[in-house]
């Protein structure tokens, strides 16, 4: 069973950095594009950045020049760098991934980690 595990949230002061990872295991075929989504309290799950399988980005504008979006294939892992955090990142961060399996491609959710920026 294809499962998303993220990890590396946690609590910053505005200004400061975190690095969240998201680990796809199970049985698969390969990873076409990753996804970070967040969700903060009240709000609907919006998306923060994507990477394609040959590695073209894209960023929500509120991030861009502060997030970082990259791939390890051979970990099957997704990295966000987050730097210059703000208290408006605060939220539950997701990983997605469209993985192709032998009954067809499908995209799997994480179950997320919480980010708390201080002002």
């Known amino acids: 069973q294809v499962q998303l595990v993220e990890s590396g949230g946690g609590w910053v002061q505005a200004g400061g950095s975190l690095r969240l990872s998201c680990v796809a295991s199970?049985?698969?075929?390969?990873?076409?594009?990753f996804g970070w989504y967040r969700q903060a309290p009240g709000t609907q799950r919006e998306v923060v950045a994507g990477?394609?399988?040959?590695?073209?980005?894209n960023y929500a504008d509120s991030v861009k020049g502060r997030f970082t979006i990259s791939r390890d294939d051979a970990k099957n892992t997704v990295y966000l760098e987050m730097n210059s955090l703000e208290p408006e990142d605060t939220a539950v961060y997701f990983c997605n991934a469209q993985i192709v399996q032998r009954i067809g491609r499908y995209t799997h959710w994480g179950q997320g980690t919480q980010v708390t920026v201080s002002s």
């Open positions: 199970g049985g698969f075929l390969s990873i076409n594009g």
């Open positions: 990477i394609s399988s040959g590695g073209s980005t």
